[in-house]
């Protein structure tokens, strides 16, 4: 029956039998709606300059009562000529399939209503759209929440002394499109790298002006940002350096990997999803039944999770992991990695004091096993590794720390730009850094 007939059949009805059919209509469009509403909550409407706005709440279920009832009145009214009066739900078939969904919304509403009573939660990262802009406002003055990378740099502000540039880094401001014929060092890592005006990479760019490994121009500057583990160096490198064509990438990291937190950094960060699944777990995160689904069924990131009070930011197997898949991400844009350990000095209280570790010896200890795993992914993979962690051991370089015994004086930076541009002449004499093509 198409719709003029439709309305042709309905048109012909007596009052009684359309009030009936009315009442139907309605009550099923509401059910339908209950939950969508549940799941936008709230439900916006714009019909013309009408705007209705329905929340989640006692509202929509008195409602779909209430037409329940004022249907039951209508046949009770028809009395003996009821037979002859069918409402639209009252179709056999039809009337299967509402009778399955009013027990499917009140059984996944009285899960939900429990669930909300008892104040059941459960940790649910943030969503980040495969096409959109994910960065979110607020933020400290130097730096804004990102929920891909958790926190960034500020562009165009100053952060301890240091203007951060266009492309939200501590350095001075670089042309993403590389000049052709260029050698670019891209130095990534995190306050350890960061830090200084200028930092090592810095210095090891004023190196290449009157010292460069061979006949060609070179470049040097640091993608760093202070805080960073590991794996949050590897989102950045897979979203924001392939397409500045790095023909050499360092990576220093370590310490703030081992550091405590009460979830992981791969628990915190957004899952990624596709433009039609983002927004519809955007809004399901928010509900409980969705919310115990994820604790009960214990995905990876839930599982991390329970790892609260006592886990390092990336344990100690993600993080060779994260460096082994690091390398490979720099080999497949074309570049050549070089790991560089972490060196140390004997660690100040502060780093207990802030929470980072449960006391100097279980901070040290950990760094150490750190260092191996950096050690171990460069043989492994066939890297090349600064080893600083060996060069700086002897006491003659303690000057080279700062009191905290992580991060370095100016002439510690020096120095690692002395032994980054050591490593990078020798490895280019010995052909070990070819000429990559340009990525596509």
């Known amino acids: ?64 009562v209430a037409i329940a009832v004022l249907g039951g009145v209508l046949r009770a009214r028809a009395g003996a000529q009821r037979a002859d009066i069918r409402g639209v739900w009252e179709i056999p078939w039809l009337k299967k399939c509402v009778m399955s969904l009013v027990m499917m919304i009140l059984f996944f509403g009285c899960i939900e209503g429990v669930l909300t009573m008892v104040g059941f939660e459960t940790y649910v990262p943030p969503i980040i759209f495969a096409d959109g802009n994910n960065t979110q406002d607020g933020g ?107 023909d050499i990438v360092t990576i220093y990291f370590g310490w703030n990997d081992h550091w405590r937190h009460e979830r992981t950094d791969r628990a915190r960060m957004g899952w990624r999803m596709g433009r039609v699944t983002g927004p519809l777990i955007e809004k399901l995160k928010t509900k ?75 901070a040290e200890q950990a760094h150490d096993r750190y260092i191996e795993i950096t050690r171990r992914v460069g043989a492994t993979r066939q890297v090349p590794v600064l080893d600083l962690a060996a060069e700086f051991a002897g006491p003659e370089y303690d000057s080279y720390f700062k009191d905290d015994g992580i991060h370095f004086q100016d002439d510690g930076l020096k120095e690692i730009a002395q032994s980054l541009h050591a490593l990078i002449t020798n490895l280019t004499a010995s052909n070990a850094l070819t000429p990559q093509p340009p990525l596509k």
Not at 200 to 205: D, E, I, K, S, V
Request: with cysteine; net charge neutral; glycine share 8%.
């Open 140 to 246: 400290s003055a130097g730096a804004i929440p990102d929920p891909d990378l958790l926190w960034a740099f500020r562009p165009g502000v100053r952060f301890h002394g240091v203007q951060i540039n266009s492309m939200g880094f501590r350095e001075r401001e670089v042309d993403p499109e590389k000049t052709p014929g260029t050698v670019r060092v891209i130095c990534m890592g995190d306050s350890c790298t960061a830090q200084g005006d200028p930092g090592y990479a810095g210095y090891l760019h004023n190196i290449f002006s009157y010292a460069a490994p061979d006949e060609r121009p070179w470049e040097a500057f640091n993608m760093a940002v202070y805080g960073y583990s590991a794996l949050q160096g590897l989102r950045l490198f897979q979203r924001s350096v392939p397409q500045l064509q790095p």
């Open 288 to 362: 409980r039944i969705f919310m115990f689904l994820l604790w009960a069924l214990k995905p990876k990131e839930v599982k991390e999770r329970e790892q609260a009070g006592t886990g390092y930011r990336v344990p100690e197997r993600e993080y060779e992991q994260v460096l082994t898949e690091f390398v490979e991400e720099v080999h497949a844009a074309g570049a050549l990695p070089i790991l560089i350990t972490a060196p140390r000095r004997g660690l100040s209280p502060s780093a207990v004091e802030s929470g980072h570790a449960l006391t100097v010896d279980d």
């Open 1 to 64: 029956m198409g719709r003029r007939s439709a309305f042709e059949y309905y048109g012909k009805m007596n009052m009684g039998k359309k009030l009936i059919v009315l009442a139907d209509v309605v009550f099923v469009a509401l059910l339908l709606l209950l939950p969508v509403i549940w799941l936008l909550d709230p439900l916006k409407i714009f019909v013309g300059p009408v705007h209705l706005t329905v929340h989640c709440n006692w509202k929509p279920w008195v409602a779909l």
